[in-house]
């Protein structure tokens, strides 16, 4: 079969053949109709070989939806030729976190050398994956898989945040948004069907704030000189109830910190690399700050039902699998609107 593999630190990903994988006991085989691309692998292959946990060669992608093409034995939560999306955090199964589906925070993971699809183990980029466990598999019912795949992180990782911080959006708050792109404009959508809040979004790019417009943002800025002046000014200086950073970068943190609220929330979750230091009356009185990381299972399929609600949807660009090196240079490039979709058949 046909899968996009990172070979070597440094060098592109290349579209190679791989031998066809069996499922074991336990496993089952996807097909992969959609593979979603996303900025953590443009961050795996940016890092040095001595920050890359993972051995290489490794395939790409942690966005996937399918079809079961065969369940290994002991497998029957299941049958053949279902569609399903991936949940990608994938866990012990054993531990607390665990056991309240929340695999994105298992504590055991690392230290069994459990990895998630893409990020140490095979990934979603390939004709078709084995899957370790049913765990890790959600109906999708009669979902688009181009416009459903984005959602098994780019819709997860925002509704976990933002869920954290409802009880501050009442009617009357504001949420802002930095970074209107892949994971930011799904954010806005889902601020506005979860929240009565205010949505700000703040953006470099033009593009991302015509995005962000479109799919519902009440107010957006470019990030620029006087930003925060009119964000202050916009709340009567209050600051926002809750700031998601989706960007992460030492800048972008700064803004999240001087925004917030009194008593509000910080929500980095962009791998930027910047740091938000707390400590008394820093950022102010009261404030969290958080680096959420993915979601729950049960809250991948809460996102799932908003979307066939029609509360969320993901704009994409597609590629088939042999120009997948073609979207991730379009990716690192900003000239993504939304999410790029790999289809590898």
Known sequence: MKALRYHSVGAAPEVVEVPDPTPGPGQILLKVAAAGACHSDLSLMSRPAAALAYPLPLTLGHEGVGTIEELGSGVGAFRVGEAVAVYGPWGCGRCRP???????????????????????????????????????????GDLDPVSAVSLTDAGLTPYHAIKRSLPKLNPGATAVVIGSGG?????????????????????????????????????????EAGMLKKVMELTDGHGAE???????????????GALVALDGDVMIVGMGGGVLPVGFRKPKYGVRVTAPYWGSRGEL???????????????????????????????????????AVVLPH
């Open 301 to 339: 399929i809460e996102v799932l039902d908003l979307a066939r609600a029609g509360l969320v949807r993901v704009h994409t660009e597609t590629f088939p699998l042999e120009q997948a090196p073609r979207a991730y240079e379009r990716l690192g490039a900003g000239h993504i609107d939304g999410r």
């Open 98 to 140: 665990c056991l309240r589906g929340e695999e994105n925070y298992c504590v055991r993971a690392e230290s069994l050398g459990i990895r998630p699809p893409g990020f140490g183990s095979p990934g979603t980029m390939a004709e078709y994956m084995i899957i370790d466990s049913s765990r890790h598999l959600v109906r999708l």
């Open 183 to 223: 994971l930011g404009h799904v954010a806005i959508q889902l601020l506005r069907a979860l929240t009565a809040a205010r949505v700000v979004a703040l953006d470099i790019c033009e593009d991302k704030l015509a995005l962000a417009r479109t799919v519902g943002a009440h107010e957006v800025f470019r990030s």
């Open 242 to 256: 809750a700031v998601f950073d989706f960007v992460g970068v030492q800048s972008t943190v700064e803004t999240a």
